[in-house]
């Protein structure tokens, strides 16, 4: 005849399962990702003259290239550069290619990024070029890991791979503690405007219904694509010599892609895989297009 289990063997289970849920969750906080969150922004052209002119339009190309280079830090996470444009667009700065280590915080926070890489470039006209970058702690705002490269104009990859290796030995980034969007156990909100900031003295604008990290974009999701598809230049490639106007159409296609022009930006990605076939991030980005047209 069956009988309904007793008390204590259903006590029983149910304790077994406690101890079973505990068990896992220490396993569960192992699994989450600590490393710290790092978004690359596009680097000022400082030249004058001559100078400026040769090296202008080739910031969205160095940008790119350096997180290319840089996710192959296992220490890091790193924004995708199509997030990060995606923000600049949310707060008006589409054009914004000089990123101060103010702005570098502000944008950084509403990313979710713990560092920020900021920098510039310069040519002196004469075949002579420097690259420059440094880190931005979104917590305290103190800059460190000042990076300097010399070079030639004519070898802009060269530098940017000195930079990434530099960067990448030298950076002392801590996690910083506390709960951040979008690791593990954690849902990815949705991305909106930021808020708007009242005129001084105006009363304040009673509590939204949203919780205020609404408009913040969750790491985890921006971080996976970048280090999806990312992959440092090769030494073969660090070595070749990408000339300025091919570095050009290379940015341009760049920024054809994040206006969803396809079309266009598929045309210049082909456009330098025709003149540099091992130039590999021209060609990823290319598969890219071709498998988001699918």
């Not at 922004?41 to 002119?53: D, E, K, V």
């Amino acid at each position: 005849m069956f009988r309904t289990p007793s008390y204590a063997v259903r006590f029983a289970a149910a304790a077994a399962a406690v101890l079973a849920l505990s068990a896992a969750r220490p396993a569960a906080l192992r699994a989450q990702d600590t490393r710290p969150v790092v978004v690359v922004f596009t680097f000022t052209n400082s030249s004058i003259g001559t100078g400026h002119a040769e090296f202008d339009g080739i910031a969205t190309g160095v940008q790119d290239l350096l997180i290319t280079d840089m996710a192959s830090n296992a220490k890091i996470r790193l924004v995708d550069r199509s997030n990060i444009d995606a923000v600049l667009r949310e707060q008006n700065m589409v054009k914004a290619n000089q990123i101060d280590a103010a702005t570098a915080v502000r944008l950084g926070k509403i990313m979710g990024a713990q560092y920020a890489v900021i920098g510039g470039f310069m040519s002196d006209g004469k075949g002579n070029a420097v690259l420059t970058g440094r880190t931005v702690d979104m917590e305290t705002t103190q800059i460190a890991n000042p990076e300097k490269i010399t070079g030639k104009s004519d070898d802009v990859l060269g530098m940017i791979g000195q930079l990434s290796s530099k960067l990448g030995a030298n950076m002392k980034l801590d996690a910083k503690p506390g709960r951040r969007v979008g690791d593990a156990g954690e849902a990815a909100p949705k991305i909106g405007p930021a808020p708007a900031i009242a005129p001084a003295g105006a009363p304040a604008a009673a509590p939204a219904a949203a919780p205020a990290a609404v408009h913040t974009p969750a790491p985890a999701t921006r971080v996976a694509q970048a280090e999806t598809y990312a992959k440092p230049v090769s030494q073969k490639l660090s070595k070749t010599k990408l000339d300025i106007s091919t570095m050009k159409v290379y940015s341009n296609a760049l920024d054809e892609m994040d206006k969803k022009n396809h079309a266009k930006a598929a045309e210049l990605f082909k456009q330098v895989v025709a003149k540099f076939p091992d130039f590999e991030p021209a060609q990823q980005h290319l598969d890219r297009l071709k498998n988001a047209g699918n």
